[in-house]
């Protein structure tokens, strides 16, 4: 084994010197002699082991147990060195003892076998003989270090972890990789290991446990530099070195790790690409990056190939220096100087973007403002202090905002936190006090939402962490909160939302709903089998968007029409990915794609889906198989199954299947004949009404262009025009009834001249004339469709621009209510009263 590693690294070097190896050649074939050769000593070993003292078998299952020893550090993670220690941690799953065949054997207990066992790896690779080594080990990174058992089961490995892990084992055992074991036994282990290292939750406090990490190494780098000068240039822990980039890839891995199981990959390359790839750094960043990795990785090995010495420091004689220098291609010493200091600036400053201390650059006069507010707010008899202060910041109210910052302060949920949690809070909350003042019109309104959500997050030192580090996103929380009690709430609700606020490009850019789709299938496709996880990745996908779009709504880049748009869009993908996604989950399904679509009805149909409207729907599918009734019913209650369920991720949208043939008592999925035939010989004049508004919303395309045929054709029977003025009219009134006026205000839906008037004359319009003008049966939504009407000479075409403003109006006041949580949208009628007048001549004449 001795003499292949010298062979693997001779041939290594002369094909890197020579250009016809790159980095990735290089670490791959380092990291799989790695492989190698800890898979042979152990074999080698243990049938040694064995022979001697027999078989481990496990107490409880009664099954062999094997020694499964994990590659950590750049093994692990794939990039290994060319004279790099290998960092390893022995584990096994079950105490026992072994078991023996022949008197010659002496049992043992499972621990001491593989402790023996782990020691004679070790010897085996580690010990130099006159052909070298294979490869030094270092065990420092098992549990408890230096000081605990050389193997561990998985039951101490576990309680370890869970009672005594600390942050920076975290980040270890990111890159943990089993090299040897059943692979049964590896996935228990994976089970074990994956809660530690990735949260649930976005974890934003890995950042600052990072810093403090990285703070240390550094301060030890300059120590030993200042000691002995002659090792400066530490191309792996010094400034802007190789250690900073593991670092930048790694605090994303830990803060979302365990929500994006994407970013879970051990390498440090491919955890940079994936970062690219979710834009959660720039392309042209993780380009800089990945070209300085290159560097530095590339001279790291040139530093060892001079002696196969573990090094990453220069060396001291300038005779060696200039012999790195050409390896590296440099014509000097100063050339490559140069060349380094550039790669490591930059490095630099992108690290110190991540990491930099946020809450270090607070003016002093700040820092002395929220020191006096921590003892106010400490204090039984505060609020007069407090409202003194808030005063002077310009708030409105500051007695009742002083009232409830003190009630919040004093209550239960605050008081039992930590004291660290505690201080952060009000660190917070101070500033947060003068941005209120800024952006507020209301500003003891706004401070009440701003406390209700801090009080709902307070329990997450994750979430204080995040607004802690990113003072941009907490003056965009206010902001939001300030115009929108909804958006409060919804917040409030999801509050993993707020890794949302952080990038300005992603919360501004235009949805791309193509490539939303493929990543939403990409995402329920990392998690096969996890009906839970899949459900809480479509609600968290849903309220990612929708928070970019609540933002984009609340600064006026989006018009009501538009933002209807984007959400019905948004609805469209997650129904399709989540057909795809359970039919993925029948095991007896007779064919790759179901002929199974979904057609939506209401607003969804009509393309005017608002933050939190419900999905009307009804189920479609074409397929002869005997098992489709049963298998098609089966997917279409998963489908509301999925959408209407509460997980911790809340809810994706409740459903409606009301408007489906014969209503309530009808079947839950029908054939496209059947439903044809319904429409063409059954269905109430209501439903037809409702046809105007609906359309294919997802699954099979070809269902969906049939049922498009089939629409047009109902909608285009002749229809007798004084038999259909008198149902819809019937209709109309029965709605009235339903939704009595009690207010002098003016009911932007129900009332006479509102919303609904307009949607029943468009509906009549089309029933009544698309036979003659076929048009008139298109998916174009209600204020185009009036635009025609009057185009086409059917109605007064001034009259029909001003009721299409009027819808348009109703729709903007109605979406805004919304926004302050107000579900039955209200407005003075002084307010809208040529609005009212414009939709309430066009009834007249056209039901006249």
Request: charged content about 25%; aromatic content about 8%; some cysteine.
């Amino acid at each position: 084994m001795r003499r292949l590693r010298n062979l693997v690294i001779a041939a290594l070097i002369r094909r890197d010197l020579g250009g016809q190896a790159d980095l990735d050649e290089v670490v791959t074939t380092m990291t799989a002699f790695g492989d190698f050769a800890v898979q042979r000593v152990l074999a080698a070993v243990s049938a040694d082991m064995s022979a001697q003292h027999g078989t481990p078998i496990g107490e409880d299952s009664g099954e062999e147990q094997e020694l499964i020893v994990l590659g950590m550090g750049k093994l692990g993670g794939g990039e290994l060195n060319v004279s790099s220690d290998i960092d390893l941690i022995f584990v096994y799953h079950e105490d026992g003892e072994t078991r023996t065949t022949s008197p010659e054997q002496r049992p043992m207990s499972n621990h001491e076998f593989f402790v023996r066992t782990g020691k004679k790896l070790i010897a085996a690779l580690a010990e130099i003989t006159e052909d070298g080594f294979t490869f030094r080990v270092d065990m420092a990174l098992r549990p408890n270090g230096n000081s605990g058992p050389l193997a561990a089961s998985f039951g101490m490995v576990e309680e370890y972890l869970i009672v005594q892990g600390r942050e920076w084992e975290r980040y270890a055992w990111v890159k943990a990789r089993a090299l040897t074991g059943k692979p049964a036994d590896i996935a228990v282990l994976e089970k074990i290991i994956r809660p530690f290292v990735y949260r649930r939750y976005l974890d934003y406090g890995s950042i600052d446990a990072i810093r403090n990490m990285h703070a240390q190494i550094r301060a030890e780098v300059t120590r030993q530099e200042t000691r002995h000068p002659e090792r400066s240039h530490n191309v792996k822990l010094g400034r802007g070195g190789i250690r900073e980039i593991e670092f930048l890839a790694q605090v994303f891995q830990l803060i979302r790790g365990g929500r994006d199981a994407g970013l879970r990959d051990r390498s440090t390359r491919k955890t940079l690409h994936a970062l690219a790839e979710r834009q959660l750094l720039k392309p042209e960043t993780v380009d800089e990056l990945l070209h300085a990795y290159t560097f530095l990785r590339n001279l790291e090995h040139r530093l060892q190939y001079l002696d196969d010495a573990q090094t990453h420091t220069l060396p001291a004689n300038d005779a060696d220096r200039l012999t790195v220098a050409r390896m590296m291609g440099c014509d000097d010493t100063a050339a490559l100087l140069a060349a380094l200091e550039e790669q490591r600036n930059l490095v630099a400053r992108h690290f110190d973007e991540i990491f930099s201390d946020r809450k270090g650059d607070a003016k002093d006069e700040e820092t002395k403002v929220e020191a006096e507010l921590h003892v106010v707010l400490s204090s039984t008899d505060s609020e007069e202090s407090i409202a003194h202060y808030l005063g002077n910041l310009g708030f409105d109210e500051p007695a009742e905002a002083a009232r409830r910052m003190v009630s919040t302060w004093r209550s239960p949920r605050l008081q039992t936190l930590p004291e660290a949690s505690r201080n952060k809070l009000v660190a917070l909350v101070n500033a947060s006090l003068p941005i209120i003042a800024k952006v507020a019109d209301k500003h003891a309104v706004t401070l009440g939402r701003l406390l209700d959500f801090l009080e709902a997050i307070a329990r997450r030192a994750a979430y204080l962490a995040l607004l802690t580090e990113y003072p941009h996103a907490l003056e965009r929380v206010i902001r939001m909160i300030a115009a929108s009690n909804w958006a409060a709430m919804y917040l409030t609700r999801h509050p993993l939302l707020l890794d949302e606020l952080l990038d300005d490009r992603t919360l501004k850019a235009t949805p791309d709903w193509t490539a939303f789709g493929r990543e939403v299938r990409q995402r329920l496709e990392e998690s096969p089998g996890d009906t839970e996880r899949q459900m809480d990745v479509l609600r968290e996908m849903h309220h990612a968007q929708l928070i970019r779009l609540l933002a984009q709504d609340l600064v006026g880049d989006l018009s009501v029409e538009k933002l209807a748009d984007h959400l019905s869009a948004l609805a469209d993908t997650l129904v399709a990915e989540t057909i795809h996604a359970i039919w993925m989950t029948f095991p007896n399904r007779h064919r790759d794609e179901p002929r199974f679509a979904v057609i939506a009805y209401g607003k969804l149909g009509g393309k005017e889906l608002g933050y939190a409207s419900d999905l009307d729907v009804i189920f479609l599918y074409d397929d002869d198989h005997p098992d489709a009734p049963a298998l098609y019913a089966r997917l279409a209650q998963r489908f509301i199954t999925w959408m209407t369920a509460h997980t911790p991720a809340g809810i994706l949208f409740d459903v409606d299947i009301a408007l489906r043939p014969d209503g309530a008592s009808g079947l839950l999925v029908s054939t496209v004949a059947s439903f044809e035939k319904y429409q063409t010989t059954s269905a109430w004049l209501w439903e037809h009404q409702a046809l105007t508004r609906a359309r294919y919303c997802a699954g099979d395309a070809d269902i969906g262009s049939r049922f498009e045929t089939i629409r047009e054709n109902v909608l285009r029977q002749p229809r007798e025009s004084n038999t259909l003025k008198r149902e819809v009219l019937a209709m109309r009134a029965k709605l009235r009834e339903a939704h009595p006026s009690k207010s002098a205000d003016f009911d932007l839906k129900h009332d006479a001249g509102g919303m609904i008037d307009i949607e029943f004359i468009v509906q009549y319009m089309v029933l009544r004339h698309a036979a003659q003008y076929p048009q008139l049966t298109g998916d174009i939504g209600n204020i185009a469709l009036l635009k025609l009407f009057g185009e086409l000479g059917l109605i007064d075409a001034e009259l029909a621009v001003k009721t299409g403003d009027a819808y348009r109006t109703f729709r903007k006041m109605q979406h805004q209510s919304r926004l302050q949580g107000i579900e039955q949208a209200r407005v003075g009628i002084d307010k809208v009263k040529d609005e009212i007048t414009a939709v309430t001549l066009l009834y007249v004449q056209v039901f006249a």
